[in-house]
């Protein structure tokens, strides 16, 4: 009997002092985020970093764009979800024959996910299969509609002129675009000439 009484209260002693000690212990665990933050390198918006990254987008098995950035950079967490691609970008446009119809480059990117949409800044250059040549400050690429367009001055240099102006909108390959605010000069054939 004294046996089973002293076993009894020794599990009774070990039931209370147990879950105090749980809760001394944990109650005492205080983390301050600062501290965790420097620890860890996070803060509460979440980036995912990467170097020497190379983006393919295909449709139905072919390559249509394949992309090159030193580094890149995806905020998850922003209001509106980006990746930044620093240092200089550069993008080759593919044909449906796998054939490289322009290449694009930039000193800066950004690509917003649920619009679709990247915006390419500070010495943008697109030149194209054809030998043309155009230069812009800004470029927006529309992906779902599969469009180019700016506000922004451009100049489209082709074998036989130059056309400056501001505001532009052109198709996916650059074999259609139209210059908002045109100007320069133009080499048309005599038979070409309004009559």
Wanted: charged share 25%; hydrophobic share 35%.
């Amino acid at each position: 009997m004294i046996n089973k009484g002293l076993t009894y209260y020794f599990n009774t002693i070990t039931r209370m002092i147990i879950p105090g000690v749980l809760f001394c212990a944990v109650t005492a665990c205080n983390n301050d985020l600062d501290e965790v933050r420097a620890l860890t390198g996070k803060n509460n918006r979440q980036e995912d970093r990467a170097e020497d990254v190379t983006i393919i987008n295909s449709k139905d098995g072919h390559i249509k764009m394949r992309a090159f950035a030193k580094e890149f950079v995806r905020s998850a967490n922003a209001q509106f979800a980006y990746i930044d691609m620093n240092g200089q970008l550069k993008a080759e446009f593919y044909s449906d024959s796998g054939v490289i119809e322009n290449v694009l480059t930039a000193d800066s990117s950004r690509y917003y996910e649920q619009e679709g949409n990247v915006l390419v800044w500070d010495s943008v250059v697109i030149n194209s299969k054809k030998g043309e040549r155009l230069s812009t400050s800004e470029l927006i690429w529309n992906q779902r509609g599969q469009k180019f367009f700016t506000e922004k001055p451009v100049t489209i240099q082709t074998a036989t002129e130059i056309i400056h102006g501001t505001g532009m909108e052109a198709n996916s390959d650059f074999t259609q675009y139209q210059i908002t605010r045109p100007k320069g000069t133009v080499q048309v054939q005599k038979n070409e000439l309004p009559q």
